[in-house]
């Protein structure tokens, strides 16, 4: 089975925040403020999506979000999972089951700017993730500066993008696969890493969406 057809991602992914600039934006690239120092942390709660393993390939098309917001920014996380695929021949899963998602990001601020924003992609043992730079589909106002596009327990996958605005948007898609040959469950932790610059400190929020596929003795004991 070919790549995920563009406009069923593009319906997935439909917010836009268009705010005004800041004059401390002018600050940043003046280098009035300076690259970020021990940031202060908010960390969210993490968003668990849950599904029990098919025996054959079939569409999911199921949205998840995390978001952070106040007064002065928007962060929102939003994940698709759009299919799962049995012993699939095709690339990368080589005859192992998985899953296909999309990821993206939309960051907002009314005022202060935007420093960087990473994705990072940390399958359990069973698993591994792969995320190509060619897939990312869209960028507004943000470049990709550093990558990784193979994730494992170990070693997770990412991505890391330097922001321009006080908005910006990102997104791109991958590949869950299951790499052992058991009825195992199976999860990966996305996370996504903001560092914005707001009320005279540098703040970095980590927002949190899990994915976990059960098998069917884990779903009739829970």
């Known amino acids: 089975m070919g790549a995920l057809p563009k406009n069923r ?6 917010l836009a925040i268009i705010l005004p600039l800041s004059l401390l934006v002018t600050f940043k690239f003046t280098g009035l403020i300076g690259e970020p120092q021990t940031p202060k942390t908010i960390t969210l709660e993490p968003i668990t999506w849950k599904m029990n393993k098919p025996s054959e390939y079939i569409v999911i098309d199921d949205q998840i979000e995390n978001s952070y917001i106040t007064e002065e920014v928007a ?7 759009f299919e799962y695929r049995e012993a699939s021949p095709s690339s990368p899963f080589w005859g192992k089951d998985g ?4 990821v993206s990001v939309n960051v907002s601020l009314t005022k202060g ?5 990473t994705i990072k992609f940390r399958p359990d043992p069973n698993t591994t993730i792969f995320v190509h730079q060619e897939w990312i589909l869209e960028a507004i106002n943000s470049t990709v500066t550093e990558m990784r596009a193979y994730g494992t327990y170990l ?3 990412y991505l890391t993008a330097s922001i321009s605005e006080l908005s910006t948007f990102l997104k791109t898609q991958g590949y869950l696969v299951f790499i052992d040959d058991y009825n195992n469950e199976h999860c990966a932790n996305l996370t996504l890493e903001v560092t914005y610059f707001s ?17 069917a003795t884990q779903s009739s004991e829970g």
């Open 75 to 81: 962060i929102i996380f939003h994940v698709s999972v």
């Open 9 to 14: 991602w593009l319906a997935a992914s439909t």
């Open 99 to 102: 899953l296909t998602f999309g």
């Open 155 to 157: 070693y997770e996958a």
């Open 199 to 215: 009320e005279n400190e540098y703040q970095k929020v980590i927002v949190p969406i899990i994915l976990q596929v059960l098998n």
């Open 113 to 117: 700017f935007a420093h960087s924003l």
